[in-house]
């Protein structure tokens, strides 16, 4: 089936119309919601369609991820809610699910026949804000609208909640600033907001139509200054308001630098969440677990716990990373053995033969990379600081759930790590499936997740972007391909499917394969920089660190952003590609932006461009991953900046794990990110 | 009348479909959705279901043919096929997708070619009688009446 509507803009000019006076829009909604039904089963999707229409919704359908992404990214502010299904031919449900919600903040509900509960569970770690069981009834689709406006709300309880928003000024505040707000806002909304203003702020907000607000590109260059004047205030310091003085940026309000600030913090904490639980996530990775389906008991748990305690246990982090990497749901933190990843990912998908493989790798090698991007050889100081900051990650990880950006940051890293396993294994394809950026694995941190976001960035078109909201919402995220993990796995070779090569450079989702070596290595420079920061000692430390990291190499090199025309914060891509000489980014954001868009044909073979110019640019100018700070602890940043090129990532970090976690075995690619591995 | 007749047939051989387990709850969903602007909404569905799954069928046919089975791929295949038989509510079909998943997750390759036959067999059973009964629909146009007995 074609998409019904060739792009957005029809669902878009319609939606307009319905939304354009403020006052019609509270009386009209949820009438004209502009709803973006994904599914490759066209019978489904006509009767979903018809389903929703009769809801007096704006239905675009889509019968492909790839063109679901192209659409949502042509039209940032096209749609309200995208509905998916979980099991599509081309890309995952889960990834693409990891993918809307780093680049474009949507809500997405998953659909599937499949009602089984690690399903379910996955869906709700990837970030799915619900999950629909075939056949779906015409009742069931009639209160979508929730969760529109639910995260709308979400959303302004974050910029409320996030720095020093001053009280009276809170509310009214962000009325105006969204007004002047540098990211196109649709009229219907300002309108609504002014009429917010002239009354009750808070009630306002609560009012679906004036809760969009419009939404703000943290590009690289963006980003880049937000780290900067973030570790020049120092993380404990860094409250919007100086943050937003320091950065200078015309239209930028404290609002959108008090959200963005809080992801990144949540983004820092992932990661060092992620490195204490390296350890312990090696352990639990190894122990066999069966299925696809639920991971040990034990894991599960901790996962379940993890999600409702906000406290990630190692073993959780693990879990989530495995789940991640093998697209299972939501297990506890324990990284799911290599085994069970092996079936996660078979199961979950016949493409996950990359996982496999990679899973094989990764059981290979010592258990210490959880293959989820746990850092498995992580330094002592780091795990020490995993275990620290386990809590944090549980958070994160619960976060992330609640919004993929969080997870994906989380889940970037351990995507990293995965890509990095895959680049080893395959050093071809640029595609990694690794990043197991779905939100279910925030581990990703392990270092490798970096790269691993390269990897997974390619083979998801969509991921690229994914990774590219990452930074911008989680702002740790930076080279976190927030791709699913499973879907990295197995989507990360399939270039084709995703111009994510464009991404990891200009949407800062590494995610995407096609930069696979590049991303891999701006995801190690950034999976560095949070091992890095793991390394330092407080975890606060980290945070700056690993932001820094990924800002420095931006910081370091012109920013490319005019290159990317990534709308997210392609920073951490950027950063890599800048610190190259910006030159250099230009040339590859501007491939993976072609690759991007043209591309899903070809991406294969943009991707190894791509890679190939990635790995050029990184080769030439090693990362930097480490901030000043982490120079001192991060070894390992060292380490990878000195190799940048896929292989040369790959088998660093394979040295480094061999170094210094002894046998860690070259298949296990994470492993070799490990940061254990790196010589402080 | 005749015409009369005529929907009482078809308002009949529609019922028989719901005692018979044949079609579920999921066809009066369908029905429910179609209206003057689309009249003829179920007769469309159905005929994509049956034009778009005839190609996974073939799919499954040809994974069954060879050896050794890949009963992932046929899990994955009938996973499809399971749901867009379910979103049309053809209720045999799906009990007979459901009993194939289960011998593939138990590598019975047997149990699969079994399940299998008998699949098509619901499947084409259906497809002739859904074909006979909207052929009448249309002959016999409108109705006097807008019955639609529920089920149950």
């Known amino acids: 089936m074609n998409p019904s509507n060739g792009k957005g803009s029809m669902p878009t000019a319609s939606s307009s119309a319905a939304w354009k006076a403020g006052d019609v829009v509270p009386d009209q909604f949820p009438a004209g919601l502009r709803v973006l039904v994904v599914d490759d089963d066209p019978t489904c999707l006509v009767i979903l369609e018809k389903m929703l229409r009769a809801c007096r919704y704006e239905v675009t359908k889509c019968n492909r991820a790839e063109i679901a992404l192209s659409l949502l990214r042509e039209n940032k502010n096209g749609f309200d809610i995208v509905i998916s299904d979980v099991h599509m031919p081309d890309m995952d449900g889960f990834k693409l699910l990891e993918d809307i919600g780093l680049e474009m903040d949507l809500p997405v509900i ?35 609208w929730q969760h529109v406006v639910r995260k709308r709300k979400n959303e302004w309880r974050e910029l409320e909640q996030s720095g020093s928003v001053e009280e009276g000024d ?3 505040k962000p009325c105006d600033d969204l007004d002047y707000s540098s990211s196109a806002n649709e009229g219907n909304w300002k309108s609504s907001k002014k009429r917010k203003d002239e009354e009750e702020e808070t009630e306002e907000r609560d009012d679906s139509s004036t809760l969009k607000k419009p939404r ?4 690289v260059e963006l980003h880049q200054q937000f780290v900067a004047a973030v570790n020049q205030l120092g993380i404990d310091k860094a409250v919007p308001k100086k943050i937003l003085e320091l950065m200078n940026v015309p239209g930028l309000t404290r609002e959108n630098v008090a959200s963005h600030l809080q992801k990144y913090r949540l983004y820092l904490r992932r990661l060092s969440g992620v490195s204490q639980h390296h350890s312990s996530l090696n352990n ?42 093998g697209r299972s749901t939501a297990k506890s933190g324990i990284p799911m053995p290599l085994v069970d990843q092996r079936n996660l990912f078979s199961f979950e998908n016949p493409k996950s033969r990359f996982v496999e493989g990679q899973q094989q790798h990764l059981s290979s090698s010592k258990p210490m990379n959880l293959l989820h991007g746990i850092p498995t050889t992580m330094e002592p100081k780091q795990l020490a600081s995993l275990h620290q900051s386990a809590q944090s990650l549980g958070n994160m990880n619960v976060q992330v759930n609640s919004h993929g950006a969080q997870s994906s940051s989380l889940l970037m890293q351990m995507a990293k790590t995965q890509s ?28 490798i997740a970096g790269g691993v976001i390269g990897r997974n960035e390619i083979g998801d078109n969509g991921r690229g972007t994914g990774y590219n909201n990452q930074v911008a919402q989680t702002s740790s995220m930076l080279s976190f391909p927030m791709n699913h993990t499973t879907e990295l796995v197995g989507n990360s070779f399939p270039i084709g499917s995703t111009p994510g090569i464009s991404n ?31 390394h330092p000692e407080k975890s606060q430390e980290w945070e700056l660190q690993n932001v820094g990291l990924h800002f420095n190499a931006s910081q370091n090199a012109n920013p490319v952003q005019g290159n990317l025309d990534v709308s997210p914060s392609v920073l951490v891509h950027q950063g890599y590609s800048s610190r190259q000489g910006s030159g250099q980014n230009r040339n590859i954001s501007a491939l993976g932006r072609t690759m991007f868009s043209g591309v899903e044909a070809t991406g294969q073979g943009n991707a190894q461009i791509m890679d190939q110019q990635l790995s050029n640019l990184i080769v030439d100018n090693p990362v930097r991953v480490k901030y000043e700070r982490f120079s001192d602890t991060s070894s390992q940043n060292a380490l990878f900046a000195d190799h940048f090129g896929q292989e040369d990532l790959m088998s660093a970090l394979l040295k480094q794990q061999q170094g210094n976690t002894g046998p860690a075995e070259p298949d296990f690619d994470f492993d070799g990110y490990s940061i254990d591995n790196i010589p402080v | 009348m005749e015409r009369n007749q005529m929907h009482k047939h078809i308002f009949l051989m529609r019922q028989s479909f719901f005692d018979q387990g044949l079609l579920d709850e999921q066809f009066i969903q369908l029905e429910e959705l179609q209206d003057d602007a689309n009249p003829n909404f179920v007769e469309e569905v159905v005929t994509l279901y049956y034009r778009d799954s005839s190609r996974t069928l073939l799919n499954i046919e040809q994974s069954l043919e060879k050896n050794p089975l890949d009963f992932n791929k046929l899990d994955n295949y009938m996973h499809q096929f399971k749901g867009s038989s379910t979103s049309i509510g053809a ?39 859904l074909e006979t009964y909207f052929q009448q629909t249309r002959q016999a146009g409108p109705s006097e009446t807008a019955c639609r007995p529920r089920m149950n």
């Not at chain 1, 677990?289 to 040990?296: L, N, Q, T, V």
């Not at chain 2, 997708?97 to 059973?125: S, V």
């Open chain 1, 170 to 172: 809170r509310q009214q």
């Open chain 1, 110 to 144: 998953m659909m599937s026949a499949d009602d089984g509960k690690n399903v379910v569970m996955k869906g709700v770690t990837h970030g799915a804000c619900d999950y629909l069981i075939k056949p779906v009834r015409i009742e069931a689709l009639k209160n979508i």
């Open chain 2, 91 to 129: 209720k045999k079909v799906k009990a007979e997708c459901t009993q194939f998943r289960e011998y593939c997750r138990a590598g019975n390759g047997e149990g699969c070619m079994r399940t299998f036959q008998q699949l098509k067999k619901e499947y084409a059973i259906l497809k002739k009688k």
């Open chain 1, 504 to 534: 990891v450079t200009s949407k800062g989702a590494f995610h995407e394969e096609v930069s696979s070596e590049i991303k891999s290595s701006a995801g190690f420079v950034s999976s560095y920089d949070i091992f890095n920061d793991l």
């Open chain 1, 216 to 219: 703000v590109v943290w590009s």
């Open chain 1, 420 to 447: 990095r396993g895959h680049i080893l294994n395959e050093s071809a394809g640029s595609h990694l499936p690794s990043l197991p950026s779905s939100i279910g694995q925030p581990i990703m941190s392990n270092g």
């Open chain 1, 284 to 325: 639990s990775f190894m122990s066999p677990e069966a299925s696809f389906g639920p991971m040990s008991s034990l894991n599960g748990l901790d996962l379940q716990t993890l999600a409702v305690t906000g406290q990630l246990p190692a073993q959780s982090l693990a879990n989530l990373q495995a789940a991640g990497l």
